[in-house]
């Protein structure tokens, strides 16, 4: 079987990653392309041998044995990409978000759709293998029907605030992760947001516009829960946990760790505290986002994580933002 050709766009931290995994991971991919508007980008495509680098997307698209494109440029980018591939008939993985404004993005869902390519966007946490567990789990009804759901989602510190002033928002940047997590954990739709956020870490930040530090409750629509802490600062680390509780038990994922030794001594018990960042916590999960839709090319499957996936988070993101503004529960048909 002749290998899928792959062109990367956009070469920062999550490029170089996806650019790793395709490069060294996949025997049935190969990286034709890449593209980055900085030229010193090209060392690492020089490293992994590919052969042609671009500043140019379009240069990209015009690969005649080309079959998919990952876009992985800043989030303005996005939009245009994702429309310029869909049009050219290459198949596409996106990071998300799509866009910052909800009718772009459905237009944007509209053209991938009369193209008739596949659109997989980059929820990574999904893949991750102890919340793919959980997940099976609950379809196996070992926990029952779940009931409340909690999720812990706080950064080990706070992004530069030129990139808090260009990215929509701690909802729309941060939370939305969460947002996606608790639709996919639990297979429910939300029917309701009601959010509570505030400055916590960095008056620099509510200067900017946003918030640091929220709690959100989700409604789904059979009448269940989530509850979502988000803070930018944990001075211990990257803290990711998950609890289920159903009607038969609770599940839960705790936090990932160097190592997973316990010190007692005298003096009390010590060990390590969590990954300190994301492309550590989240490494495997990155491969695996890949793996999947890899094979979805190759076999000819659904896509994991749908356009219309990144379309439903976003509008609880804005939902959530509206309920912080408006101090009220929010309706998702009052987004959507």
């Not at 490029?15 to 034709?32: A, D, Q, T, W, Y």
């Not at 029907?145 to 990215?167: A, H, L, M």
């Not at 009601?194 to 929220?214: L, N, Q, R, S, Y």
């Not at 994922?253 to 060990?271: D, I, R, W």
Request: hydrophobic share 40%.
């Amino acid at each position: 079987m002749d290998k899928i050709k792959v062109a990367i766009a956009g070469l920062g931290r999550i490029g170089k990653i996806h650019l790793k995994n395709l490069c060294r991971n996949f025997s049935e991919i190969e990286v034709i392309a890449t593209m980055d508007v900085a030229e010193s980008s090209k060392a690492i495509v020089e490293e992994f041998n590919v052969p042609l680098f671009t500043q140019n997307f379009d240069d990209l698209l015009a690969i005649s044995k080309l079959d998919a494109v990952v876009i992985c440029s800043p989030t303005d980018t996005h939009a245009d990409y994702v429309v310029k591939a869909a049009r050219a008939g290459k198949h596409i993985f996106c990071e998300k978000p799509l866009d910052l404004s909800l009718e772009r993005v459905q237009e944007v869902l509209n053209i991938v759709e009369a193209c008739g390519v596949k659109l997989m966007l980059g929820f990574n946490r999904r893949f991750d293998p102890e919340f793919k567990k959980i997940r099976q789990l609950i379809v196996n009804d070992a926990v029952g029907d779940p009931q409340i759901i909690k999720i812990t989602s706080r950064d080990p510190g706070p992004p530069p605030i030129e990139y808090v002033k260009v990215s929509g928002g701690m909802f729309l940047d941060m939370a939305i992760h969460d947002f996606d997590m608790a639709r996919y954990i639990s297979g429910k739709q939300v029917k309701e947001v009601f959010a509570k956020g505030t400055v916590m870490v960095d008056p620099e930040i509510g200067k900017a516009g946003d918030i640091d530090t929220a709690i959100i409750t989700l409604t789904f629509d059979d009448g269940s829960m989530a509850v979502i802490d988000n803070c930018r600062q944990a001075v211990y680390g990257y803290d990711q946990r998950l609890e289920v509780f159903g009607s038969k038990g609770m599940v839960q994922a705790e936090n990932n760790f160097p190592n997973n030794h316990k010190l007692y001594t005298e003096k009390g018990v010590s060990g390590d505290l969590p990954l300190h960042f994301f492309l550590e916590r989240y490494d495997a999960s990155y491969n695996q986002e890949v793996r999947e839709f890899v094979d979805a090319l190759v076999n000819n499957e659904d896509i994991p994580v749908s356009g219309d996936d990144g379309l439903l988070s976003m509008a609880i993101a804005l939902a959530a933002k509206k309920s912080v503004e408006e101090n009220r529960p929010v309706k998702i048909n009052e987004i959507l």
